[in-house]
Protein backbone atom coordinates (compact mmCIF):
# COMPACT_ATOMS: atom_id res chain seq x y z
CA UNK A 1 0.00 0.00 0.00
CA UNK A 2 1.39 3.40 -0.83
CA UNK A 3 1.35 6.60 1.79
CA UNK A 4 0.52 9.96 0.22
CA UNK A 5 2.32 13.27 1.62
CA UNK A 6 1.31 16.60 0.19
CA UNK A 7 4.71 18.29 -1.53
CA UNK A 8 3.56 22.37 -1.67
CA UNK A 9 0.68 23.72 -3.26
CA UNK A 10 0.43 21.45 -6.29
CA UNK A 11 2.04 17.91 -5.58
CA UNK A 12 0.73 14.90 -4.21
CA UNK A 13 3.46 11.94 -3.43
CA UNK A 14 3.23 8.29 -3.25
CA UNK A 15 5.67 5.96 -1.71
CA UNK A 16 6.41 2.60 -0.66
CA UNK A 17 9.01 -0.14 -0.13
CA UNK A 18 9.35 -2.85 -2.45
CA UNK A 19 11.54 -5.65 -0.11
CA UNK A 20 10.76 -8.73 -2.33
CA UNK A 21 11.65 -9.14 -6.16
CA UNK A 22 8.91 -9.77 -8.77
CA UNK A 23 6.37 -8.35 -10.74
CA UNK A 24 4.52 -5.01 -9.30
CA UNK A 25 1.80 -3.49 -11.01
CA UNK A 26 0.48 -0.08 -10.70
CA UNK A 27 -2.63 1.55 -11.82
CA UNK A 28 -3.48 4.80 -11.39
CA UNK A 29 -6.79 6.16 -12.64
CA UNK A 30 -7.46 9.95 -12.08
CA UNK A 31 -11.39 11.15 -13.07
CA UNK A 32 -11.91 14.20 -14.18
CA UNK A 33 -14.71 16.58 -13.83
CA UNK A 34 -14.65 16.96 -17.47
CA UNK A 35 -16.77 15.57 -20.58
CA UNK A 36 -15.84 16.52 -23.80
CA UNK A 37 -13.79 19.62 -23.29
CA UNK A 38 -10.82 17.37 -21.93
CA UNK A 39 -9.14 15.35 -24.62
CA UNK A 40 -5.73 15.05 -26.03
CA UNK A 41 -5.86 18.85 -27.66
CA UNK A 42 -6.55 20.26 -24.20
CA UNK A 43 -3.71 18.05 -22.18
CA UNK A 44 -1.65 15.32 -24.47
CA UNK A 45 -0.89 12.15 -23.34
CA UNK A 46 2.83 12.71 -23.46
CA UNK A 47 2.72 15.98 -22.08
CA UNK A 48 0.72 14.88 -19.01
CA UNK A 49 3.23 12.04 -18.86
CA UNK A 50 6.81 13.76 -18.50
CA UNK A 51 5.14 17.29 -16.88
CA UNK A 52 2.34 15.86 -14.45
CA UNK A 53 4.04 12.38 -13.77
CA UNK A 54 7.13 11.44 -12.09
CA UNK A 55 7.35 7.41 -11.02
CA UNK A 56 11.21 7.27 -9.37
CA UNK A 57 12.75 4.33 -7.65
CA UNK A 58 15.55 5.35 -4.81
CA UNK A 59 17.36 2.86 -2.76
CA UNK A 60 17.34 2.82 0.87
CA UNK A 61 20.44 1.21 2.24
CA UNK A 62 20.22 -2.68 3.91
CA UNK A 63 17.01 -4.26 5.00
CA UNK A 64 16.33 -3.78 8.35
CA UNK A 65 17.13 -7.47 9.49
CA UNK A 66 20.67 -6.65 8.04
CA UNK A 67 21.03 -3.74 8.86
CA UNK A 68 21.86 -3.86 12.66
CA UNK A 69 24.75 -6.13 11.83
CA UNK A 70 26.18 -4.48 9.54
CA UNK A 71 26.11 -0.72 10.34
CA UNK A 72 29.03 -0.93 12.16
CA UNK A 73 31.35 -3.14 10.14
CA UNK A 74 34.04 -2.41 7.05
CA UNK A 75 31.12 -3.93 4.12
CA UNK A 76 29.36 -0.28 5.20
CA UNK A 77 32.40 1.81 4.17
CA UNK A 78 33.15 0.81 0.93
CA UNK A 79 31.53 2.46 -2.03
CA UNK A 80 28.76 3.02 -2.89
CA UNK A 81 27.03 1.44 0.31
CA UNK A 82 28.09 4.20 2.04
CA UNK A 83 26.54 6.96 0.04
CA UNK A 84 23.55 5.02 -0.09
CA UNK A 85 22.93 4.64 3.77
CA UNK A 86 23.59 8.19 4.27
CA UNK A 87 21.81 9.43 1.49
CA UNK A 88 18.57 7.32 2.52
CA UNK A 89 19.14 8.95 5.98
CA UNK A 90 19.30 12.59 4.71
CA UNK A 91 15.98 11.61 2.34
CA UNK A 92 14.09 10.19 5.10
CA UNK A 93 14.68 12.99 7.02
CA UNK A 94 13.65 15.55 4.53
CA UNK A 95 10.11 13.71 3.90
CA UNK A 96 9.46 13.87 7.84
CA UNK A 97 10.18 17.47 8.03
CA UNK A 98 8.16 17.76 4.83
CA UNK A 99 5.51 16.19 6.30
CA UNK A 100 5.65 18.23 9.54
CA UNK A 101 6.08 21.46 7.67
CA UNK A 102 2.75 20.53 5.34
CA UNK A 103 0.87 19.95 8.44
CA UNK A 104 1.91 22.92 10.24
CA UNK A 105 1.11 24.98 6.66
CA UNK A 106 -1.94 23.23 6.83
CA UNK A 107 -3.38 24.01 10.36
CA UNK A 108 -2.31 26.88 12.44
CA UNK A 109 1.56 27.17 14.31
CA UNK A 110 1.26 25.18 17.20
CA UNK A 111 3.62 23.37 19.77
CA UNK A 112 3.10 19.93 19.34
CA UNK A 113 4.66 19.68 15.40
CA UNK A 114 7.11 22.41 16.24
CA UNK A 115 8.24 20.26 19.54
CA UNK A 116 8.76 17.27 17.05
CA UNK A 117 10.50 18.49 14.39
CA UNK A 118 13.17 20.52 16.54
CA UNK A 119 13.38 16.98 18.15
CA UNK A 120 13.82 15.39 15.12
CA UNK A 121 16.68 17.97 13.45
CA UNK A 122 18.61 17.36 17.02
CA UNK A 123 18.34 13.32 16.68
CA UNK A 124 19.84 13.66 13.01
CA UNK A 125 22.10 15.94 13.75
CA UNK A 126 23.77 14.00 16.59
CA UNK A 127 23.42 10.80 14.66
CA UNK A 128 25.14 12.49 11.59
CA UNK A 129 28.14 13.69 13.27
CA UNK A 130 28.79 11.13 15.57
CA UNK A 131 31.43 9.79 13.15
CA UNK A 132 33.73 11.32 10.55
CA UNK A 133 34.44 9.40 7.85
CA UNK A 134 38.39 9.44 6.79
CA UNK A 135 38.27 8.32 3.34
CA UNK A 136 38.88 11.44 1.17
CA UNK A 137 35.41 10.20 -1.14
CA UNK A 138 33.63 9.75 1.88
CA UNK A 139 34.79 12.51 3.61
CA UNK A 140 33.46 14.67 0.22
CA UNK A 141 30.43 13.42 0.73
CA UNK A 142 29.70 13.77 4.41
CA UNK A 143 30.78 17.53 3.92
CA UNK A 144 27.93 17.48 1.44
CA UNK A 145 25.34 15.98 3.96
CA UNK A 146 26.38 18.20 6.45
CA UNK A 147 26.46 21.18 4.61
CA UNK A 148 22.97 20.78 3.06
CA UNK A 149 21.40 19.56 5.94
CA UNK A 150 22.67 22.82 8.23
CA UNK A 151 21.03 24.51 5.68
CA UNK A 152 17.81 22.86 5.34
CA UNK A 153 17.21 23.44 9.20
CA UNK A 154 18.33 26.57 9.67
CA UNK A 155 15.16 27.42 6.90
CA UNK A 156 12.67 24.99 8.23
CA UNK A 157 13.09 26.99 11.80
CA UNK A 158 13.77 30.65 10.42
CA UNK A 159 10.50 29.50 8.42
CA UNK A 160 8.71 28.90 11.34
CA UNK A 161 10.10 31.86 13.46
CA UNK A 162 8.52 34.46 10.90
CA UNK A 163 4.96 32.98 10.92
CA UNK A 164 2.18 34.49 12.73
CA UNK A 165 2.11 33.31 15.93
CA UNK A 166 5.84 31.95 16.67
CA UNK A 167 5.74 34.31 19.53
CA UNK A 168 2.69 32.67 21.11
CA UNK A 169 4.98 29.47 21.80
CA UNK A 170 6.43 28.18 24.51
CA UNK A 171 8.98 30.30 25.85
CA UNK A 172 10.91 27.32 26.34
CA UNK A 173 10.95 26.15 22.90
CA UNK A 174 11.18 29.49 21.51
CA UNK A 175 14.59 29.23 23.52
CA UNK A 176 15.49 26.16 22.22
CA UNK A 177 15.25 26.84 18.98
CA UNK A 178 17.28 30.20 19.29
CA UNK A 179 19.77 28.07 21.01
CA UNK A 180 20.04 25.42 18.22
CA UNK A 181 20.61 28.09 16.09
CA UNK A 182 23.45 29.69 17.54
CA UNK A 183 25.31 26.22 18.12
CA UNK A 184 24.49 25.10 14.30
CA UNK A 185 26.33 28.82 13.46
CA UNK A 186 29.22 28.23 15.93
CA UNK A 187 29.16 24.63 14.56
CA UNK A 188 30.01 26.54 11.21
CA UNK A 189 32.50 28.64 12.22
CA UNK A 190 34.58 25.64 13.56
CA UNK A 191 34.50 23.26 10.45
CA UNK A 192 34.89 26.22 8.41
CA UNK A 193 31.34 25.88 6.37
CA UNK A 194 31.46 29.31 5.91
CA UNK A 195 32.40 29.76 2.66
CA UNK A 196 29.33 27.71 1.22
CA UNK A 197 26.73 29.75 3.17
CA UNK A 198 27.97 33.04 1.82
CA UNK A 199 26.40 34.71 -1.23
CA UNK A 200 22.84 36.16 -2.25
CA UNK A 201 20.17 34.45 -1.33
CA UNK A 202 19.28 33.22 -5.24
CA UNK A 203 22.87 32.28 -5.35
CA UNK A 204 22.81 30.29 -1.94
CA UNK A 205 19.39 28.75 -3.25
CA UNK A 206 21.09 27.39 -6.17
CA UNK A 207 24.13 26.20 -5.02
CA UNK A 208 21.91 23.96 -2.45
CA UNK A 209 20.07 22.66 -5.08
CA UNK A 210 22.99 21.84 -6.89
CA UNK A 211 24.14 19.82 -3.75
CA UNK A 212 20.81 18.28 -2.94
CA UNK A 213 21.66 16.48 -6.94
CA UNK A 214 24.83 15.69 -5.74
CA UNK A 215 23.13 13.78 -2.75
CA UNK A 216 20.57 12.40 -4.91
CA UNK A 217 22.84 11.07 -7.41
CA UNK A 218 24.25 7.57 -5.68
CA UNK A 219 20.69 6.75 -3.95
CA UNK A 220 18.02 7.57 -7.18
CA UNK A 221 18.31 4.95 -10.12
CA UNK A 222 18.68 6.05 -13.27
CA UNK A 223 16.12 5.68 -15.53
CA UNK A 224 16.54 5.26 -19.59
CA UNK A 225 13.02 6.18 -21.34
CA UNK A 226 12.56 4.73 -24.92
CA UNK A 227 9.04 5.36 -26.47
CA UNK A 228 7.49 1.98 -28.49
CA UNK A 229 6.07 2.28 -31.04
CA UNK A 230 8.18 4.03 -33.71
CA UNK A 231 8.84 0.69 -35.92
CA UNK A 232 5.07 0.15 -36.37
CA UNK A 233 4.44 3.53 -37.14
CA UNK A 234 7.31 3.84 -39.88
CA UNK A 235 5.63 0.23 -41.15
CA UNK A 236 2.41 2.16 -41.71
CA UNK A 237 3.50 5.16 -42.96
CA UNK A 238 5.24 2.97 -45.38
CA UNK A 239 2.49 1.00 -46.30
CA UNK A 240 -0.37 3.64 -46.36
CA UNK A 241 1.82 5.59 -48.44
CA UNK A 242 2.56 2.58 -50.88
CA UNK A 243 -1.35 2.28 -51.25
CA UNK A 244 -2.25 5.90 -52.13
CA UNK A 245 0.61 5.89 -54.53
CA UNK A 246 -0.15 2.38 -56.31
CA UNK A 247 -3.90 3.39 -56.48
CA UNK A 248 -3.26 6.92 -58.25
CA UNK A 249 -0.52 5.67 -60.52
CA UNK A 250 -3.04 2.89 -61.56
CA UNK A 251 -5.77 5.89 -62.10
CA UNK A 252 -3.34 7.82 -64.01
CA UNK A 253 -2.08 5.44 -66.29
CA UNK A 254 -6.17 4.41 -66.92
CA UNK A 255 -6.73 7.98 -67.64
CA UNK A 256 -3.44 8.71 -69.92
CA UNK A 257 -4.79 5.74 -71.87
CA UNK A 258 -7.80 7.10 -72.34
CA UNK A 259 -7.65 10.52 -73.67
CA UNK A 260 -4.64 10.42 -75.02
CA UNK A 261 -4.11 13.72 -73.85
CA UNK A 262 -3.04 16.12 -70.82
CA UNK A 263 -6.07 18.17 -69.74
CA UNK A 264 -6.68 20.88 -67.20
CA UNK A 265 -9.42 18.56 -65.47
CA UNK A 266 -6.52 15.79 -65.24
CA UNK A 267 -4.07 18.28 -63.64
CA UNK A 268 -6.72 19.32 -61.10
CA UNK A 269 -7.37 15.64 -60.38
CA UNK A 270 -3.97 14.91 -59.38
CA UNK A 271 -3.09 18.49 -57.81
CA UNK A 272 -6.46 17.05 -55.63
CA UNK A 273 -5.48 13.72 -55.05
CA UNK A 274 -2.07 15.15 -53.35
CA UNK A 275 -3.94 17.38 -51.16
CA UNK A 276 -5.74 14.72 -50.32
CA UNK A 277 -3.19 12.36 -49.48
CA UNK A 278 -1.45 15.20 -47.28
CA UNK A 279 -4.51 15.80 -45.25
CA UNK A 280 -5.83 12.87 -44.57
CA UNK A 281 -2.28 11.07 -44.13
CA UNK A 282 -0.97 12.39 -40.62
CA UNK A 283 -4.44 11.51 -39.03
CA UNK A 284 -4.84 8.29 -40.60
CA UNK A 285 -1.34 7.02 -40.15
CA UNK A 286 -2.12 7.60 -36.30
CA UNK A 287 -4.93 5.91 -35.83
CA UNK A 288 -3.83 2.76 -37.81
CA UNK A 289 -0.93 2.86 -35.70
CA UNK A 290 -3.27 3.78 -32.08
CA UNK A 291 -5.02 0.68 -33.75
CA UNK A 292 -2.82 -1.91 -33.99
CA UNK A 293 -0.71 -0.95 -30.61
CA UNK A 294 -3.91 -1.04 -28.52
CA UNK A 295 -2.66 -2.18 -25.18
CA UNK A 296 0.18 -2.20 -25.59
CA UNK A 297 2.96 -0.32 -23.38
CA UNK A 298 4.14 3.22 -24.85
CA UNK A 299 7.21 3.35 -23.10
CA UNK A 300 9.91 1.03 -21.85
CA UNK A 301 12.29 2.07 -18.93
CA UNK A 302 15.37 0.46 -17.93
CA UNK A 303 16.03 1.26 -14.37
CA UNK A 304 19.85 0.86 -13.74
CA UNK A 305 22.34 0.99 -10.68
CA UNK A 306 24.15 4.75 -10.03
CA UNK A 307 28.15 4.53 -10.19
CA UNK A 308 27.70 0.54 -12.64
CA UNK A 309 25.02 1.21 -14.44
CA UNK A 310 24.24 -2.09 -13.80
CA UNK A 311 20.34 -3.41 -14.90
CA UNK A 312 18.05 -3.85 -11.53
CA UNK A 313 14.75 -3.58 -13.22
CA UNK A 314 12.64 -3.23 -16.39
CA UNK A 315 9.51 -1.04 -16.54
CA UNK A 316 6.60 -0.95 -18.91
CA UNK A 317 3.98 1.87 -19.02
CA UNK A 318 0.77 2.53 -20.47
CA UNK A 319 -0.77 6.32 -20.22
CA UNK A 320 -4.29 6.93 -22.32
CA UNK A 321 -7.56 8.43 -21.76
CA UNK A 322 -10.64 6.46 -21.49
CA UNK A 323 -14.08 7.01 -20.76
CA UNK A 324 -16.07 4.46 -17.48
CA UNK A 325 -17.34 1.92 -20.04
CA UNK A 326 -13.82 1.38 -21.26
CA UNK A 327 -12.45 0.36 -17.86
CA UNK A 328 -11.62 -3.02 -17.12
CA UNK A 329 -14.57 -4.91 -15.35
CA UNK A 330 -13.06 -4.72 -11.94
CA UNK A 331 -12.30 -0.85 -12.04
CA UNK A 332 -16.21 0.17 -13.15
CA UNK A 333 -17.71 -2.65 -10.24
CA UNK A 334 -15.39 -0.32 -7.87
CA UNK A 335 -16.10 3.21 -9.01
CA UNK A 336 -20.33 2.80 -9.70
CA UNK A 337 -21.47 4.31 -6.45
CA UNK A 338 -18.79 7.26 -7.02
CA UNK A 339 -18.39 7.45 -11.09
CA UNK A 340 -21.54 7.17 -12.61
CA UNK A 341 -21.11 9.13 -15.35
CA UNK A 342 -20.34 7.65 -19.09
CA UNK A 343 -18.96 10.74 -20.62
CA UNK A 344 -16.36 11.28 -18.01
CA UNK A 345 -12.74 11.61 -19.20
CA UNK A 346 -10.12 9.42 -17.18
CA UNK A 347 -6.76 9.61 -17.44
CA UNK A 348 -5.76 6.00 -17.06
CA UNK A 349 -1.86 5.47 -16.42
CA UNK A 350 -0.23 1.99 -15.85
CA UNK A 351 2.98 0.70 -14.75
CA UNK A 352 4.05 -2.94 -14.92
CA UNK A 353 7.30 -3.42 -12.68
CA UNK A 354 9.83 -6.31 -13.56
CA UNK A 355 11.97 -6.39 -10.43
CA UNK A 356 15.24 -8.33 -10.81
CA UNK A 357 16.13 -10.50 -7.16
CA UNK A 358 19.94 -9.00 -7.37
CA UNK A 359 18.39 -5.59 -7.08
CA UNK A 360 17.74 -6.21 -3.67
CA UNK A 361 20.02 -8.28 -2.44
CA UNK A 362 21.69 -5.35 -0.31
CA UNK A 363 19.31 -2.30 -0.55
CA UNK A 364 15.71 -2.03 0.15
CA UNK A 365 13.80 0.61 -2.96
CA UNK A 366 11.58 2.89 -2.47
CA UNK A 367 8.66 2.97 -5.14
CA UNK A 368 7.37 7.00 -5.02
CA UNK A 369 5.13 7.96 -7.54
CA UNK A 370 4.55 11.81 -8.22
CA UNK A 371 1.32 13.76 -9.84
CA UNK A 372 1.53 17.51 -9.90
CA UNK A 373 -1.53 19.18 -10.24
CA UNK A 374 -0.53 22.20 -11.96
CA UNK A 375 -1.21 21.42 -15.59
CA UNK A 376 -5.04 20.45 -14.48
CA UNK A 377 -5.18 23.73 -12.48
CA UNK A 378 -4.35 25.83 -14.91
CA UNK A 379 -7.42 24.28 -16.83
CA UNK A 380 -9.70 25.46 -14.26
CA UNK A 381 -11.27 29.08 -15.50
CA UNK A 382 -11.15 32.04 -12.47
CA UNK A 383 -14.13 33.67 -12.50
CA UNK A 384 -15.17 37.60 -11.44
CA UNK A 385 -18.07 36.96 -9.91
CA UNK A 386 -19.01 37.88 -6.42
CA UNK A 387 -21.26 36.90 -4.10
CA UNK A 388 -23.11 39.89 -1.89
CA UNK A 389 -24.08 39.44 1.40
CA UNK A 390 -24.83 41.59 4.54
CA UNK A 391 -22.17 42.19 7.22
CA UNK A 392 -24.78 41.20 9.89
CA UNK A 393 -27.16 38.58 8.77
CA UNK A 394 -29.53 39.88 11.99
CA UNK A 395 -29.25 43.54 10.95
CA UNK A 396 -29.68 44.31 7.33
CA UNK A 397 -28.38 48.39 8.29
CA UNK A 398 -25.08 46.98 8.64
CA UNK A 399 -23.76 47.16 5.43
CA UNK A 400 -23.08 44.53 2.05
CA UNK A 401 -19.88 42.82 1.66
CA UNK A 402 -18.75 41.23 -1.60
CA UNK A 403 -17.03 37.85 -1.42
CA UNK A 404 -14.75 36.34 -4.51
CA UNK A 405 -15.99 33.33 -5.89
CA UNK A 406 -12.77 31.06 -5.83
CA UNK A 407 -14.20 28.07 -8.60
CA UNK A 408 -12.94 24.89 -8.15
CA UNK A 409 -12.66 21.10 -9.51
CA UNK A 410 -13.50 17.49 -7.53
CA UNK A 411 -11.15 14.42 -9.43
CA UNK A 412 -11.27 11.01 -7.76
CA UNK A 413 -7.87 9.49 -7.58
CA UNK A 414 -8.06 5.47 -7.43
CA UNK A 415 -4.86 3.78 -7.14
CA UNK A 416 -4.73 -0.14 -7.30
CA UNK A 417 -1.49 -2.11 -6.44
CA UNK A 418 -1.23 -5.47 -7.43
CA UNK A 419 2.25 -7.70 -6.58
CA UNK A 420 1.43 -11.19 -9.19
CA UNK A 421 3.46 -13.01 -6.84
CA UNK A 422 0.29 -12.89 -4.70
CA UNK A 423 -2.07 -13.36 -6.88
CA UNK A 424 -4.76 -10.66 -5.70
CA UNK A 425 -4.73 -6.65 -5.63
CA UNK A 426 -5.34 -3.88 -3.35
CA UNK A 427 -6.95 -0.40 -3.64
CA UNK A 428 -6.88 3.35 -2.15
CA UNK A 429 -9.02 5.96 -3.18
CA UNK A 430 -8.89 9.92 -2.83
CA UNK A 431 -10.70 13.14 -3.48
CA UNK A 432 -8.80 16.00 -4.67
CA UNK A 433 -10.23 19.14 -4.57
CA UNK A 434 -8.52 21.62 -6.80
CA UNK A 435 -8.58 25.60 -7.45
CA UNK A 436 -6.67 27.74 -9.18
CA UNK A 437 -4.00 28.10 -6.88
CA UNK A 438 -3.31 24.47 -5.95
CA UNK A 439 -5.09 21.44 -4.32
CA UNK A 440 -7.63 23.18 -2.05
CA UNK A 441 -8.38 19.57 -0.32
CA UNK A 442 -7.20 16.27 -0.53
CA UNK A 443 -9.27 13.18 1.58
CA UNK A 444 -9.09 9.76 1.72
CA UNK A 445 -12.37 7.60 0.71
CA UNK A 446 -13.63 3.66 1.27
CA UNK A 447 -13.12 1.96 -1.80
CA UNK A 448 -15.20 -1.02 -2.48
CA UNK A 449 -12.86 -3.64 -3.23
CA UNK A 450 -12.72 -7.49 -3.02
CA UNK A 451 -10.64 -8.64 -0.20
CA UNK A 452 -7.96 -11.12 -1.07
CA UNK A 453 -9.80 -14.26 0.19
CA UNK A 454 -12.86 -12.73 -2.34
CA UNK A 455 -10.23 -12.48 -5.63
CA UNK A 456 -9.01 -16.18 -5.01
CA UNK A 457 -11.89 -18.03 -5.80
CA UNK A 458 -12.20 -15.79 -8.25
CA UNK A 459 -8.78 -16.51 -9.77
CA UNK A 460 -9.05 -20.28 -9.31
CA UNK A 461 -11.82 -20.29 -11.69
CA UNK A 462 -10.51 -18.35 -14.09
CA UNK A 463 -7.49 -20.74 -14.24
CA UNK A 464 -9.78 -23.84 -14.48
CA UNK A 465 -11.97 -21.82 -17.04
CA UNK A 466 -8.72 -21.41 -19.14
CA UNK A 467 -7.44 -24.82 -18.40
CA UNK A 468 -10.91 -26.45 -20.43
CA UNK A 469 -10.49 -23.88 -23.18
CA UNK A 470 -7.11 -24.86 -24.10
CA UNK A 471 -8.16 -28.47 -23.70
Known amino acids: MFSLRRKGDYRLQFTRALKRPGKYRVELYLFTPYDERFSEWTLSEQQ ?125 LTQSIRAFLEQEYRYRREV ?36 LGSGTRKLVKAITTMLVMSLFTYFLFNTRANSQQLSLALLLAIALTYALRDLLRDDMIARLTGWLRKGRPRWKIRLLMPYTNKLLALQNVWLDYRKRPDLPQSIMDATSTWAANEERQIICFRSMLNLDKAALVENQIQERLSVDCEELCSLIQATRNKVFTWADTDDPASGVEAHPIDKQHDYDLLLVTTELSQGYSAAQRWRLRLG ?14 PSPEEQEPRGMMRRLRNRFRKR
Open 48 to 172: FFFKALEHRFRLLGHPDSSRAGKSGSSFTLLSPHYEIQYGSWLFQYRASIDHLRQQILTSELADEPVKRALRLIQNFARRLRKSNPEQDSHHRYFRLVDVYFSWHAEQFLLECMAMDGFSDLDHE
Open 436 to 449: TSGIVKCETRKVDW
Open 192 to 227: KYEPDFRGSPTRLWNRMSLYLRLLEFPVVLRSKVSE
